[in-house]
């Protein structure tokens, strides 16, 4: 059975850092796309970033946050710098391999890890 497991989240104070990891047991993640993203409280949940051989990240968090890739380990993993409170959220990774329509379309997902900054 495939799963994705997300580790590395907890409570942290306003500009530290945190890393987050996604370890995949069953697929190959090198064959994969990989997502990552995050549900504040009571809102929805937004794309973060993804990596299929280059990273990237949504404009609003470029310069704080990076996507990379440990095929050895099988890992992807999200570097978060800076943190600040409304980074507050469950973070999900999420792997897949189509793109339709210039989507990405994600067959597995984890069940994310929670990561908390306080002022």
């Known amino acids: 059975q495939v799963q994705l497991v997300e580790s590395g989240g907890g409570l942290v104070q306003a500009g530290d850092s945190r890393r987050l990891s996604c370890t995949a047991s069953e697929i190959m993640l090198e064959n994969y796309f990989v997502g990552w993203f995050r549900q504040p409280p009571g809102k929805e949940r937004e794309f973060v970033g993804r990596i299929l051989r280059v990273g990237i990240v949504t404009d609003s968090l470029k310069g704080r946050f990076t996507v990379s890739r440990d095929d050895a380990k099988n890992q992807v993993y999200l570097q978060m710098n800076n943190l600040q409170p409304e980074d507050t959220a469950i973070y999900s990774c999420?792997?897949?391999?189509?793109?339709?329509?210039?989507?990405?379309?994600?067959?597995?997902w984890g069940q994310g890890t929670q990561v908390t900054v306080s002022s």
């Open positions: 999420a792997a897949g391999r189509r793109v339709r329509a210039g989507v990405h379309e994600y067959d597995y």
